[in-house]
C-alpha cells in the first residue's frame, strides 16, 4: 500500500540479507521450548531448586508490605488477572496462583469497604483497557426477558464503554469504519474477560456480556451520559463514538450518580443525525415520546422514536454497519480540527505512529 522507507543513501541492492544480521556457530542447534526458564520454573512437576516460582510467589507475598496499594490483594489479583487468556504452557499453573490471591484476599480487611473496593474496581477497568466505567444498581428492566434467571441474583452492573478512532469513522460508512466497530467489541471482549477473572480471583461472582443486556439505560444510570436523538449512548467526553458492554457483580460498591442531563437540550434544537441518517430510521420529531414504531423497540421509554427495521435494512444494502448518525452528532469528539480524514490520511497517520 505503501513503499517501504529506506535510510537516505541505502539503496535496496545493498541491505543486508535477514539471515545474516544474526551470527551463529556452524554447530548452533534449535534451542527446545522446555529449557526455557519459564517453563522450567513455572513447570508442575519438580522444577529445579530455587525456581520454584508457586513458592517464591507466596513467599514474596507474605513479606511485601500489604498496607501498600501497589502489594495488597486486590493489585496481585490484577497482575495474575491478566495471564487469564494464556492458558498454554508455561502459564497453566496461573490458576493456583490466583488461588493463593483468592485466600489471602479473603483476610485481607483493606478492600473490604466497599468505597475502596469501588475505586479498585474502576482503576483496574481503565487499566486494563476501558476508557469509561460507571457502576449502577441492578435494574431488572434493563435484562432481557430470556436472561431473568441468570442475572437478577446480581446486586450491580459496572458499564464499561471503550472510544473508537475517530479517524477511521471520518471519511464515512466504509469496511474501514466497520473494522474500526468490530475491533472495538473486540477490545471490549479482552477487557470484559480479564474483568471478569479478576472480580472472581477477589472472591467475587460476576458475569460479562456483550449485547445481552439493554446497555444503554444502564449507562445512563451510572453516569455516562444520555440518550441522543440517535438513540444511542452520548457521552461529554467521546459522544456517540462508544461500544459498551457491562459485568453483573455481587461485588458491594457504590453506585454513580446520573449526570444532568445536557444532550436532550441539544437534541431538540438540532436533528443532525435525523436529516443524514441514510435510511431515515431516526425521528424527526421535536420531542422524546413514548412512540415504538416496531417490534423491535421496547415498549414505554421516554426516547425519540426510532426504526430499527430501517437501520437494519441499510447495513444489507451496503452489507456491514453505517455510522452516519455518529459521524452527524455535534457531540462527536473529532480528531481532526478542520474538515475530515481521508482513507489515505487515515492510513499513513496509523503507519507512522
Excluded at 492458558?87 to 484476599?105: D, E, S
Excluded at 467489541?185 to 439493554?214: F, P
Excluded at 455535534?330 to 474538515?339: H, L
Aim: net charge positive; aromatic share 10%.
Amino acid at each position: 500500500m505503501l513503499s517501504v522507507l529506506l535510510p537516505t543513501g541505502v539503496s535496496s541492492l545493498s541491505r543486508t540479507f535477514a539471515s545474516e544480521v544474526i551470527k551463529t556457530l556452524p554447530t548452533y542447534k534449535q534451542f527446545k521450548k522446555k529449557n526455557t526458564v519459564h517453563n522450567r520454573a513455572m513447570s508442575l512437576f519438580n522444577p529445579p531448586k530455587g525456581l520454584n516460582f508457586f513458592k517464591m510467589f507466596q513467599k514474596a507475598y507474605k513479606q511485601s508490605k500489604r498496607q501498600l496499594p501497589e502489594y495488597n490483594a486486590f493489585s496481585g489479583a490484577l497482575c495474575y488477572s491478566g495471564f487469564s487468556l494464556l492458558a498454554q504452557k508455561p502459564y497453566n499453573n496461573i490458576p493456583k496462583i490466583m488461588g493463593f490471591v483468592q485466600r489471602v484476599w479473603k483476610k485481607d480487611p483493606m478492600l473490604k469497604d466497599p468505597k475502596e473496593l469501588t475505586k479498585s474496581i474502576k482503576f483496574a477497568a481503565k487499566f486494563l483497557g476501558a476508557d469509561l466505567v460507571g457502576i449502577s444498581k441492578y435494574d431488572p428492566r434493563w435484562t432481557y426477558k430470556e436472561n431473568n434467571r441468570k442475572f437478577s441474583k446480581y446486586k450491580n452492573s459496572v458499564v464499561i464503554g471503550i472510544a473508537m478512532d475517530d479517524r477511521a469513522l471520518s471519511p464515512g460508512t466504509s469496511f474501514l469504519s466497520n473494522a474500526e466497530v468490530s475491533f472495538t467489541y473486540s477490545k471490549l471482549a479482552l477487557t470484559l474477560t480479564l474483568m471478569t477473572s479478576l472480580v472472581k480471583t477477589i472472591g467475587g461472582k460476576c458475569q460479562g456480556t456483550i449485547n445481552e443486556a439493554l446497555t444503554i439505560p444502564m449507562a445512563i444510570q451510572a453516569g455516562l451520559g444520555h440518550m441522543g436523538r440517535s438513540n444511542l449512548l452520548i457521552n461529554p467526553e467521546y459522544g456517540p463514538g462508544i461500544r459498551l458492554a457491562n459485568i453483573f457483580t455481587d461485588l458491594d460498591l457504590n453506585f454513580d450518580e446520573p449526570i444532568p442531563d445536557t444532550i436532550t437540550p441539544v437534541c431538540e434544537k438540532c436533528g443532525k443525525c435525523a436529516r443524514k441518517c441514510p435510511s431515515q430510521a431516526i425521528s424527526h420529531d421535536k420531542k422524546p415520546s413514548y412512540k415504538s414504531p416496531t417490534k423491535s423497540n421496547s415498549i414505554g421509554v421516554l426516547r425519540w422514536p426510532h426504526d430499527p427495521e430501517k437501520c437494519w435494512s441499510q447495513w444489507c444494502k451496503l452489507g456491514h454497519d453505517c455510522v452516519e448518525c455518529i459521524r452527524a452528532c455535534p457531540f462527536r469528539k473529532k480528531s481532526k480540527k478542520r474538515g475530515e480524514y481521508s482513507p489515505q490520511e487515515f492510513i499513513e497517520e496509523v503507519l507512522n505512529q
